[in-house]
């Protein structure tokens, strides 16, 4: 491991190596020193509560798969969940087995505020779609220092006018948001953030700051409430599950914080015994009245069946909201409890609530537990430790708008880890002491993944509205995450390669409600991407490279003998992640029969062959072992690199007319037929791109001798592939980066490069003012329309949400701009640069008459991206929050950024899900680059 406080990093010869991360010298890296050595536990406890578990498929055992109504949002206040737990800006062990989380009621709400609300699948006219407005502020690594914001309207929760409104909106009309519905005019609602700052690795202080937007005195209730997981219910016997833990008023005698701080003390078999305070009320100095009961379900509401408990889950909401004083233990014990306060503010005014939780240990003996005189001080440190962190992470030549971005994304990324708990076998065929599922399931969902067993803090995409990981959104994010956690990183990606994970075939699963799908294979790349990030060249990691290596074995073989079942070097895969990018439905048999061959499936096992091949010359320059794994994989890139550039008509899935490559559509009888859409899936084969130098090459004389044999006996590939090229040679003018031979393995020939780039970047095709569309604008005027055996099909350019159902409608690869695509594009042009150098120049944009080279044209392209998040020079809007007044004008709304799914391509406005600061805090390493100039 990397000596965080005292590695410097070299200077910087190679271009390749400049994304390398900065070393910090704060608290936190000390911490992170200490977690990783584990001496002590910083990572335990962080926001790792779901911010939905309800409508998932982990708690759905209906018989027919309909996830959202077998577990509805109504029932979530009611019903005790099996696989985890969720909660407004909460925070948990890293099993969540104790949680914590707000509750809040306005005295118009028809129930008590526990959790997000949003609209299911069925019920949005795009989806599945989260109706709050909730941000996700700063963070450390470790947790110990943690921020978010909530905005709860004063006036009674619009639920209704949300479900009708968008129910009537039909797929081609705009969503119906919070905001639209005037809840926050007047600034009336209450801005309510939690932070979480730890005194030590298992003492944690929370203030809950209420602030009142409006003029006018107002009342709200607020419950911080702590409950542990139900485990208790089921019967199961695998790991996590155990006796019922408890929870009680702390004893007279045993208190800590007497006069300062009511205070409870739990029990639980594994986390042992924690304590609970609450200070006192801020506006009158009173102590929150404490409430308890015990997480179980409400099974008389429910089910109209009496528990073996009066006391239920929804206990809370039936006190505050119908006043009901026998929903709640008068003995003071149970599974779940409420400190709660009524608080009445004044206009324009702002209160903060103390809380404080820590094992029995490291909690102060000595009466100054909750004293706030020291509890400020903690908060003051840790946001002092923020402050130096990112000092050292973000660099100090950007703007002060773009070191906010920065901040953000980065908190949103560390706030959207969630334990993740799902063990397939245990539900499939159901709980010793619950009802038998349904048999029809064991021919269902995920029947064939009983091995998988899930039980980890995972990376999400959005915690509300993609509450599941997804394995290619999860390389993505690992990328950011190297740059201020790279132990974590690490642990992610191996973990995904676990024999509890990956299947027993190599497969690594996609999502839960299909672990069978298939996702674009960059599992490999995030690996060799971590490994060169996380520190120099003579600190990295090998061990973990080469762990992943031969787990990515298995992997690699998986994709070759299910998705290539001819062994033409061909591969399929069906939507690899791009949802509705085809005309027809990729995941889906074809209509009328006939098959695919997938532009963007051969490229991206070109690119799972490219990165191999890197890791494996890493590799073998210690261990000569890998140097037959190196000719393998290069053998491999050249056989799929010569089918997709010459199988069949000699060109293959590249269309010289259009100077594009495409998808074919085979019939039997009909030959093979381009699918002419200008998409991103033309784009893929862009991204197998490697240098090979020839100072390395004479380490490796093996590999070596392998490839000098195909220079002397498959000169024909030559005219196929700019595989063997010098640099020397490439033009007239071009000098060596570094003295010596290189060679340039990559898909297009220089001249199909150049064809290829024209498109990207021209402002009528792809190249958008915040990045690249994902789909050419030139299908707006002229939609691509086929009609096969008797049906008319025609796909065109949509900049913005879905005017489809396939995949749901919640997502749109028709024109919308995504990050991961336009990123990996970002880094290939690196590649070609460090090759070509100022002898490959290209106009951008088009019709500009401005030259560049490709490094310039990456730092353009990542300076558009950058540009959704940065106010615009002319209007103060930021082009991701679709031109509303309130995020230019109103001072508590105008610092707040939104990190959205895709983002449409003309305008730049955020559309699905609102907080995938998962792959979308790619903007971080954007931002990276236009302040280094690369």
């Known amino acids: 491991m990397a000596d965080f406080t005292k590695t410097r990093a070299p200077r910087q010869i190679r271009r390749q190596q400049s994304t390398m991360v900065k070393y910090v010298e704060a608290a936190e890296a000390d911490r992170l020193k200490e977690d990783a050595a584990r001496k002590k536990n910083w990572k335990r406890w962080g926001p790792y509560l779901s911010e939905r578990q309800w409508g998932t498929v982990r708690e759905d055992y209906s018989k027919d798969g309909n996830c959202w109504d077998h577990f509805s949002h109504d029932d979530s206040r009611s019903r005790a969940y099996r696989w985890g737990e969720d909660g407004l800006m909460g925070f948990s062990d890293r099993q969540c087995r104790l949680c914590f989380s707000l509750a809040l009621w306005n005295e118009n709400d028809p129930i008590l505020k526990e959790r997000l609300f949003g609209l299911t699948g069925p019920q949005g006219n795009h989806g599945e779609d989260c109706k709050e407005c909730y941000y996700y502020l700063d963070a450390l690594p470790t947790y110990s220092y943690a921020k978010a914001l909530y905005k709860y309207p004063q006036a009674a929760y619009p639920y209704s006018e949300l479900v009708e409104g968008n129910a009537a909106r039909g797929i081609l009309s705009p969503e119906l948001e919070l905001e639209d519905t005037g809840v926050f005019a007047d600034s009336r609602y209450w801005d309510v953030s939690t932070e979480y ?52 008023r702390t004893k007279e005698g045993d208190r800590v914080a007497e006069g300062l701080a009511e205070e409870v003390t739990m029990t639980h078999d594994e986390l042992g015994k924690y304590r609970f305070m609450a200070g006192p009320n801020p506006v009158d100095g009173s102590m929150p009245n404490m409430l308890f009961t015990e997480n179980e379900t409400n099974t008389q509401r429910l089910y109209k069946l009496d528990g073996y408990s009066p006391y239920f889950k929804d206990a809370f909401h039936n006190y505050v909201i119908s006043g009901d004083e026998t929903t709640v233990n008068p003995k003071e014990r149970g599974t779940k409890v409420a400190a709660y306060y009524i608080l009445e503010v004044a206009g324009e005014d702002e209160v903060s609530v103390y809380l404080r939780l820590g094992c029995d240990e490291q909690v102060p003996k000595d009466g100054s537990a909750m004293d706030p005189s020291r509890l400020d001080r903690i908060v003051d440190h840790r946001q002092v430790d923020c402050e130096e962190f990112y000092s050292k992470i973000i660099a100090d030549t950007l703007s002060g708008e773009q070191h906010l971005v920065a901040r953000q994304s980065y908190a949103g990324l560390l706030w959207s880890k969630q334990f993740y708990h799902y063990v397939i076998k245990d539900w499939l065929f159901g709980d010793p002491d619950q009802m038998t599922p349904p048999q029809e399931r064991l021919q269902g969902r995920n029947h064939d993944w009983k091995h998988l067993f899930n039980r980890d803090v995972i990376s999400m995409p959005d915690k509300w509205e993609y509450p599941w990981y997804a394995c290619w959104d999860l390389a993505f994010h690992m990328l950011p995450f ?9 642990e992610q990606l191996l973990l995904f390669l676990r024999e509890w994970y990956m299947h027993p075939n190599g497969q690594i699963p996609a999502y839960e409600f299909a672990f069978g799908d298939v996702n674009p294979p960059v599992h490999a790349w995030a690996v060799w991407r971590v490994f060169k990030m996380e520190a120099p060249r003579t600190q990295r990691d090998r061990g973990f490279l080469a762990r992943c290596f031969q787990k990515l074995l298995l992997n690699f073989n998986w994709w070759v003998n299910r998705k290539d079942p001819d062994g033409k070097n061909i591969f399929a895969g069906g939507f690899l992640g791009l949802d509705n990018i085809g005309v027809f439905d990729r995941s889906k048999p074809l209509p009328a029969g006939g098959s695919l061959e997938q532009a963007d499936g051969t490229a991206w096992m070109a690119f799972f062959c490219v990165v191999m091949l890197d890791i494996a010359l890493e590799l073998a320059l210690t261990d000569p072992v890998y140097e037959d794994m190196a000719s393998k994989f290069f053998e491999h890139f050249v056989a799929i690199a010569e089918a997709m550039n010459s199988f069949g008509d000699g060109k293959g899935l590249w269309n010289e007319e259009d100077g594009f490559y495409y998808d074919h559509l085979t019939r039997e009888g009909q030959g093979s037929q381009p699918m002419r859409i200008r998409s991103v899936v033309g784009l893929v084969p862009l991204f197998s791109v490697l240098v090979l130098e020839d100072s390395v090459l004479k380490r490796l004389p093996d590999f070596h001798k392998r490839l000098k044999w195909f220079l002397a006996n498959r000169p024909e590939l030559q005219s196929q592939i700019s595989m063997f090229e010098s640099s020397a040679d490439a033009t007239d003018s071009c000098t060596p980066l570094v003295a010596g031979t290189h060679y340039l393995l990559a898909i297009p020939s220089r001249e199909r490069l150049e064809r290829v780039l024209k498109y990207v970047l021209d402002e009528k095709e792809f190249l958008s003012e915040y990045g690249l569309r994902s789909l050419s604008k030139v299908h707006e005027e002229k939609p691509f329309h086929m009609d096969f055996d008797g049906e008319a099909y025609t796909l065109k350019y949509t900049p913005g949400e879905s005017n489809t159902y396939l995949f749901g409608g919640n997502s749109n690869w028709r024109g919308p701009i995504w990050f991961p695509i336009a990123y990996l594009l970002i880094e290939s042009l690196e590649r070609y640069d460090f090759y070509y150098g100022d002898s490959f120049q290209v106009e951008c944009p088009v019709g500009s008459g401005k030259m560049m080279n490709l490094k310039e044209v990456s730092k353009e392209l990542s300076r558009r991206l950058t540009r959704l998040f940065t106010p615009d020079e002319e209007t103060g809007h930021r082009p991701c929050h679709r031109g509303a007044a309130q995020y230019r004008d109103d001072p508590h709304w105008k610092d707040l950024v939104l990190f959205y799914e895709f983002f449409h391509g003309d305008s730049g406005h955020g559309c699905g899900a609102s907080h995938q600061t998962g792959w979308t805090a790619l903007v971080s390493r954007c931002l990276d680059k236009v302040a280094a100039g690369t």
């Open 197 to 248: 700052c730890k005194a030590d690795d298992n003492d944690i202080v929370i203030k809950v700051t209420v602030a009142n937007r409006s003029k006018d005195t107002c009342r709200l209730h607020l419950l911080p409430q702590l409950f542990y997981r139900n485990v208790w219910s089921w019967g199961c016997k695998h790991e996590g599950c155990g006796p019922k833990p408890r929870l009680a």
């Open 482 to 490: 190297a740059k201020i956690d790279p132990a974590f990183a690490k």
